[in-house]
């Protein structure tokens, strides 16, 4: 399956915006350069930038909405697919995986809201206090876990440097990184002010040409993949069980919380 899904999100992406013209796999090719091939990206950079990508997003422990959605329906012995499937599924909210399209679609917004490419760290700072008045998150900061800049922004960070220093964008969600955190501290409820991975993917992409900025989500979902799917064939291995959250009446939490028993449920 992890060798199929390339081909298959690369067919997606050329028929729908490269007027369906499909690119055979070169077989010479390693798993993510040849994804970047058959996406019709044959400039190094941006299969180097492929491979960056591929081993980024693939997973970061199994807590994460598509990580663990992948392994509780695997854990009723649902097919691979159909399991990764539902991962995906989980992957597309806005709080998790899409978040690295609403980051580019929020910063072409902003440009376009401010008549300019390179907005200045002060515009900047009033373009997010009007987003968290309209009562809406930053996308690409905060984290569940992560309570710093998340490494994989850096990485990706380290490869604008070396490739694109002077790019626009790049540079704006530079600014951005610089801007962004004291703000979202000065709010006193955000856990983790600093950007993740989604922060900082998109403009990356920009750069090479690709702007089709609602198929970034199946990016990422190709490199989850990887991960996943290694952790489901773990999950086989050891013989997970069926996974199942306890459910309790109200009369249990009210015993629990009478100290009437020692565990919620019993
Ligand atoms: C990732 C995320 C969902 C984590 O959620 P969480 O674990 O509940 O985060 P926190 O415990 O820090 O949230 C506490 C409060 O801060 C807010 N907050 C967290 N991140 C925020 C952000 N980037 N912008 C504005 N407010 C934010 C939450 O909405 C919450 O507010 P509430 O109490 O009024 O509901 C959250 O940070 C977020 O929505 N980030 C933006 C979307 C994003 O980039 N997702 C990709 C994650 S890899």
New binding site residues.
């Given amino acids: 399956m992890i060798a199929r899904i390339p081909h298959i999100a690369a067919y997606v992406y050329r028929r729908k915006y490269k007027q369906g013209k499909a690119l055979q796999p070169d077989g010479l090719l390693d798993w993510a350069g040849n994804f970047a091939h058959m996406l019709g990206y044959d400039d190094d950079q941006f299969k180097e930038l492929m491979r960056l990508y591929m081993v980024i997003h693939a997973d970061h422990e199994g807590g994460n909405v598509s990580a663990h959605t992948t392994h509780l329906v695997g854990s009723a012995l649902s097919d691979p697919y159909l399991s990764y499937a539902a991962g995906m599924n989980g992957l597309a909210g806005?709080?998790?995986g899409l978040?690295n399209q609403?980051v580019i679609k929020w910063i072409f917004e902003m440009q376009e809201e401010l008549q300019t490419k390179e907005p200045t760290a002060e515009q900047i700072k009033g373009y997010v206090e009007k987003t968290?008045a309209e009562g809406k998150?930053?996308?690409?900061?905060?984290?569940?876990v992560l309570r710093k800049t998340d490494p994989r922004f850096t990485a990706q960070m380290d490869f604008g440097k070396k490739h694109m220093s002077d790019d626009p964008l790049v540079n704006t969600v530079w600014r951005i990184y610089e801007t962004v955190p004291p703000i979202?501290q000065s709010?006193g409820?955000?856990?983790?002010p600093w950007p993740?991975?989604?922060a900082h993917s998109g403009a990356l992409l920009v750069h090479y040409g690709m702007v089709e900025y609602e198929y970034y989500t199946v990016l990422f979902a190709v490199s989850r993949a990887l991960g996943v799917l290694s952790s489901l064939c773990w999950d086989r291995a050891l013989s997970m069980p069926l996974e199942r959250p306890k459910s309790v009446t109200t009369a249990a939490v009210k015993r629990w919380l009478n100290k009437e028993v020692q565990n919620l449920g019993d």
């Fill in positions: 806005p709080l998790h978040a609403e968290l998150v930053v996308p690409g900061y905060g984290h569940a979202l709010l409820k955000v856990k983790n993740n991975v989604d």
